[in-house]
């Protein structure tokens, strides 16, 4: 057998017995309602802008808000759809930059009381998105 088919069938192999094993991000994936209370909507809630990602896995936004005695609460919402999608759907770094006034109804994190799953997103009084 010639060197290269041997390390052909060589490779096939064990990526054969090893692939099960392997991580894949399939399966370190997980659906929103791991972090998320996805049957409660809260909100809306509306504050400033200080930074929009607009990278994979998941875009996020941080903004400001100020809560009944005018302290600013530091706010993280997290979009469901990647990028990809979200261009798809006409979006892009642009769409929502630092300063902008956003208004988001999320679905609530389990466990860090000022982050939320996206559901409604606003952008200085007009409507971006529903179901991000």
């Known amino acids: 057998m010639h060197t290269f088919f041997r390390a052909a069938v060589v490779a096939l192999t064990a990526g054969a017995a090893l692939g099960p094993a392997a991580p894949s991000p399939v399966a370190a994936h997980h659906g929103g309602g791991v972090e998320y209370f996805m049957d409660r909507t809260l909100g809306p809630i509306s504050g400033t802008v200080t930074h929009f990602s607009f990278g994979f896995p998941h875009p996020y936004v941080q903004f400001d808000v100020k809560d009944a005695s005018g302290a600013i ?24 930059k630092p300063g902008d006034t ?18 409604r997103i ?9 179901g991000v």
């Open 73 to 96: 609460v530091k706010w993280s919402a997290v979009m469901q759809l990647t990028p990809t999608r979200l261009r798809a759907r006409g979006w892009s770094q642009a769409s929502i």
């Open 102 to 119: 956003l208004t988001v109804t999320y679905s609530p994190h389990r466990t860090a009381p000022n982050v939320g799953f996206a559901r």
């Open 122 to 130: 606003e952008v200085n009084g007009k409507f971006l998105d529903e």
